[in-house]
Structures are given as C-alpha cells and as structure tokens.
C-alpha cells in the first residue's frame, strides 16, 4: 500500500463524502472514481437526495440516534412538507408519537420526552428504543411513499 500526503482541503472534501462510520479514504475514493475493486473503472452510480442528505456534516454530526432520527424527519419534511402530516397517523397501541402539540405527546404515556423535529411544527416522542425509532421512521417514509431501499438506508443510518 503506497500513502500520499493531501492537503487540508482535499481531506475536508473526502470527510465531506464519508457514508458511513466505517468509510475510509481508500472506500470514498475508490466510489468517487467508480473503481469496482479490480482496477476497473465502472459507470458511476447515481446518488439518491437522502444518500446526499447522509453524507452532509449536518447530518453526520448529529448527536446519537435521537439527533439522526430528528434530522432525518426533518429532512423528509423539506421534501414535502404538505404530505408529511401523514405523521399524525404513525401511532403505538397506546401512545401517540407525533403531534404539533408537546402537551398532546406529553399527555398520551409517562417520560415521552417529546422532541420539536427541526424546522417543522410537529414533535416527536424520542423515549423509545432505536429499533422503534427505525420502524417509526420506515412507517413514515413508507406513508409518504418512499422506496424500500431510500427507507432502508434511513433505518441502518439511525443505528450507526
């Protein structure tokens, strides 16, 4: 393996292309120059708006799952504002888990610890566990008619 030196701000620009926690310099050039592993120059894949948004510092510094559920749920409210109230409609048995009212969350089961979702005028409760996050999130995407793979890329970037 050769190293070579980049300055500061070719580094910022591979940072700014990271995916994934587990990318390295190696991965984000090899996807920039569409090279499949054999030496290979392969076409060049398309990049989905929600893999731009995951890449983005915004995203990728948010705080622990709670931070990356909230700014995902924002981002899908940038998208479409108008659809997203299809929130309202994502509920447990007994708790309601997204409202425009605090008092609302705050009134439908104990330590909700309802959250505003950024930039919109709903909350969300963020008590519960990652795996009920995820599927919250797939349940919205899924109302506001999001393919499988966009949803499933949402779910695995919450857990990271």
């Given at each position: 393996?050769?190293?070579?030196?980049?300055?500061?701000?070719?580094?910022?620009?591979?940072?700014?292309?990271?995916?994934?926690?587990?990318?390295?310099?190696?991965?984000?050039?090899?996807?920039?120059?569409?090279?499949?592993?054999?030496?290979?120059?392969?076409?060049?894949?398309?990049?989905?708006?929600?893999?731009?948004f995951?890449?983005?510092?915004?995203?990728?510094?948010?705080?622990?799952?709670?931070?990356?559920?909230?700014?995902?749920?924002?981002?899908?409210y940038?998208?479409?504002?108008?659809?997203?109230?299809?929130?309202?409609?994502?509920?447990?048995?007994?708790?309601?888990?997204?409202?425009?009212?605090?008092?609302?969350?705050?009134?439908?089961?104990?330590?909700?610890?309802?959250?505003?979702?950024?930039?919109?005028?709903?909350?969300?409760?963020?008590?519960?566990?990652?795996?009920?996050?995820?599927?919250?999130?797939?349940?919205?995407?899924?109302?506001?008619?999001?393919?499988?793979?966009?949803?499933?890329?949402?779910?695995?970037?919450?857990?990271r």
């Amino acid at each position: 393996m050769k190293t070579i030196e980049i300055d500061d701000e070719v580094y910022e620009v591979l940072l700014g292309k990271v995916r994934d926690f587990g990318d390295t310099p190696n991965l984000v050039l090899r996807r920039e120059f569409s090279l499949n592993g054999a030496g290979k120059v392969s076409a060049p894949t398309q990049e989905s708006p929600l893999q731009d948004f995951l890449s983005l510092t915004e995203f990728r510094f948010a705080k622990g799952a709670v931070g990356r559920f909230l700014a995902i749920l924002s981002w899908l409210y940038k998208q479409d504002a108008n659809a997203f109230s299809v929130v309202e409609d994502v509920r447990g048995r007994g708790r309601i888990y997204f409202s425009k009212s605090v008092q609302e969350l705050e009134g439908s089961g104990r330590s909700v610890n309802p959250k505003k979702i950024p930039g919109t005028p709903y909350w969300v409760i963020t008590t519960t566990p990652t795996d009920l996050k995820q599927q919250m999130l797939g349940e919205v995407m899924k109302a506001l008619g999001c393919d499988l793979a966009s949803i499933q890329l949402a779910k695995k970037a919450i857990a990271r």
